[in-house]
């Protein structure tokens, strides 16, 4: 199981930590790229079209209105090539933080578009665009203190049977093991970040504006975080995809060792009490108010 169970834990996951199962790079850029052609040529067809109409206003309207396009026509270029480089590299270029933007509020939607129209999947952009967003988060040199991180986890990892209500506040947990929330919750304890349970993206967004974090790590499937990310910015959400061994939206689980290893990375040390920064030179080794039981 990937969650807690009395005392003891998984070790800590080797590999790639921002990497959802099946993620491709290349799918996100050449998307990027064939959506950027899309934007430059409709801007240029913008300009073509009403050029005649233009000129009987005034001579000079036409010309002005093509500098003004090829002005856009060039930013769109500069950061999409930025972009392109910085998700290649893990560096960033030509002011490619910048155009994060870019990518998460209007690349998306038309990559998910021209995805269906190339018979690729909408959740395989959503893990292309998940794994790019996660690695741009990374190269951010920014720690965070654990006051100002929150964890927001979706309903479905609450075990189905369970008769306490988490949405509302999530310490009414029991802690019995049988789902991830009780090890979840001793992270949160660990390490004195935020833990939430949301229902749906009004919630989620409800709790956004309640915690004022300046940090998410978010767990949910691949349509939840793309929205969530894209809802949130310029918020820095990392995300992580859950696991769905019963199926969509019932009985998920996340693996513990892999969100322990993300506070770890975005933590700031110095912002720790002392008993704290025991578990983040010590991963993986310390016990929950459950464990030992």
Not at 83 to 108: D, E, M, N, Y
Not at 157 to 173: E, N
Request: hydrophobic share 40%; glycine share 10%.
């Amino acid at each position: 199981m990937a969650f807690l169970r009395s005392g003891s834990r998984e070790p800590e996951p080797k590999g790639e930590l921002s990497s959802p199962p099946g993620a491709k790079k290349r799918l996100f850029i050449g998307l990027a790229l064939a959506t950027s052609c899309c934007f430059c040529l409709l801007l240029l067809l913008g300009w073509v079209v009403p050029m005649v109409g233009f000129g009987n206003i005034h001579p000079v309207l036409p010309y002005l209105t093509g500098v003004l396009l090829l002005l856009a026509i060039g930013i769109i270029a500069v950061g999409t090539i930025g972009l392109v480089v910085h998700v290649h590299t893990g560096k960033p270029f030509l002011g490619s933080q910048r155009f994060r933007a870019l990518s998460i509020r209007f690349f998306l939607p038309v990559m998910e578009l021209m995805g269906r129209i190339g018979g690729i999947s909408p959740e395989e952009v959503r893990r292309s665009f998940i794994k790019v967003n996660n690695e741009m988060v990374q190269t951010e040199p920014l720690r965070y203190p654990p006051q100002k991180i929150l964890i927001l986890l979706p309903h479905c990892i609450q075990r189905s049977t369970c008769t306490v209500r988490l949405s509302y506040d999530v310490t009414h947990c029991q802690r019995c093991g049988r789902c991830p929330v009780g090890g979840l919750l001793d992270l949160r304890d660990a390490y004195g970040v935020h833990l939430a349970v949301a229902t749906g993206g009004t919630i989620a967004r409800r709790i956004v504006v309640e915690k004022r974090p300046a940090f998410i790590l978010a767990v949910a499937c691949e349509r939840d975080l793309s929205s969530g990310i894209q809802d949130t910015y310029p918020l820095p959400v990392f995300g992580l995809l859950n696991e769905r061994p019963n199926g969509p939206c019932f009985d998920t689980q996340v693996s513990l060792p892999m969100v322990e290893a993300a506070l770890r990375r975005f933590i700031d040390p110095a912002a720790l009490p002392a008993e704290s920064l025991g578990c983040l030179r010590r991963p993986g080794r310390c016990p929950g108010p459950h464990q030992g039981k």
